[in-house]
């Protein structure tokens, strides 16, 4: 699973950067506004914005521009409506993406995105053309130096987690859960252990190993993905070389 965890580093890295510059909480308020529409302003009642609330404080976001946004949705203060969608489609050596939007017109928004992944050499998918390929999990990134592969195993299995994994070029083991149990594992694991990155995530079934122009192009295409203001996740099966995906958010 090395794509995914360099990938999860490199996404965690970048939306620091992003959030130092402002980029990232619009973003933000968006799925703040969307979350609290569809299940209330009420994190205890609400497990998705309490997640999505936990971010916003992890990317140092005003408490007034998160509370605006939750008002927005709950309908307190007046805001736009946003559409969530998802747009699947193809990178070069046929990499397979899927993209979260959430737009006040996805007509544009979509029109937008396939631009963008024709413009750098991939194709547009049908619905469902890639989403098959991957699983909605819970994913825990834990640092190798702070803790040995038996004691992560049992500490995952204790927190209830489905699996730990690990290979010997990563820097961290990989802890996998059902969403449901995302936040039971998180804060069991981050009462023992230093945490480096946990999200909901998809995770892709395989990968698709890419180098030299294709890797480089594929880098380049997900950050115009990332960068484009409608977009709220990018999911991906590529595997690529450390440098490639170095050159991404700088």
Same mark, same amino acid.
């Given at each position: 699973?090395?794509?995914?965890?360099?990938?999860?580093?490199?996404?965690?890295?970048?939306?620091?950067?992003?959030?130092?510059?402002?980029?990232? +909480?619009?973003?933000?308020?968006?799925?703040?506004?969307?979350?609290?529409?569809?299940?209330?302003?009420?994190?205890?009642?609400?497990?998705?914005?309490?997640?999505?609330?936990?971010?916003?404080?992890?990317?140092?976001?005003? +408490?007034?521009?998160?509370?605006?946004?939750?008002?927005?949705?709950?309908?307190?203060?007046?805001?736009?409506?946003?559409?969530?969608?998802?747009?699947?489609?193809?990178?070069?050596?046929?990499?397979?993406?899927?993209?979260?939007?959430?737009? $006040?017109?996805?007509?544009?928004?979509?029109?937008?995105?396939?631009?963008?992944?024709?413009?750098?050499?991939?194709?547009?998918?049908?619905?469902?053309?890639?989403?098959?390929? +991957?699983?909605?999990?819970?994913?825990?990134?834990?640092?190798?130096?702070?803790?040995?592969?038996?004691?992560?195993?049992?500490?995952?299995?204790?927190?209830?987690?489905?699996?730990?994994?690990?290979?010997?070029?990563?820097?961290?083991?990989?802890?996998?859960?059902?969403?449901?149990?995302?936040?039971?594992?998180?804060? +069991?694991?981050?009462?023992?252990?230093?945490?480096?990155?946990?999200?909901?995530?998809?995770?892709?079934?395989?990968?698709?190993?890419?180098?030299?122009? $294709?890797?480089?192009?594929?880098?380049?295409?997900?950050?115009?993905?990332?960068?484009?203001?409608?977009?709220?996740?990018?999911?991906?099966?590529?595997?690529?070389?450390?440098?490639?995906?170095?050159?991404?958010?700088?």
């Amino acid at each position: 699973m090395s794509g995914h965890s360099k990938w999860a580093t490199t996404k965690h890295k970048k939306a620091a950067v992003d959030a130092k510059k402002g980029k990232i +909480f619009s973003k933000l308020s968006k799925e703040l506004t969307v979350a609290a529409r569809i299940g209330g302003g009420d994190p205890a009642g609400n497990p998705r914005l309490r997640l999505v609330m936990e971010k916003a404080r992890e990317a140092n976001m005003p +408490f007034d521009n998160i509370k605006r946004a939750v008002q927005k949705g709950t309908g307190e203060l007046p805001g736009v409506s946003y559409e969530e969608t998802v747009y699947e489609g193809y990178g070069p050596g046929g990499v397979a993406i899927l993209i979260d939007i959430m737009t $006040d017109n996805k007509n544009r928004t979509v029109a937008e995105i396939r631009h963008i992944i024709t413009k750098h050499g991939g194709k547009p998918g049908e619905s469902g053309s890639v989403s098959w390929m +991957f699983h909605k999990k819970g994913y825990i990134l834990v640092d190798k130096e702070k803790v040995d592969e038996e004691a992560i195993m049992a500490l995952a299995l204790d927190a209830g987690a489905e699996d730990v994994k690990s290979s010997e070029e990563e820097e961290n083991y990989e802890v996998i859960t059902d969403p449901q149990d995302f936040e039971k594992v998180k804060k +069991f694991l981050e009462g023992k252990i230093e945490v480096v990155h946990a999200e909901i995530t998809m995770l892709p079934q395989s990968y698709v190993k890419l180098d030299g122009k $294709d890797a480089e192009q594929m880098a380049r295409l997900i950050e115009a993905i990332e960068d484009h203001e409608d977009v709220q996740n990018v999911y991906s099966n590529f595997d690529i070389p450390d440098e490639a995906l170095s050159k991404v958010g700088r």
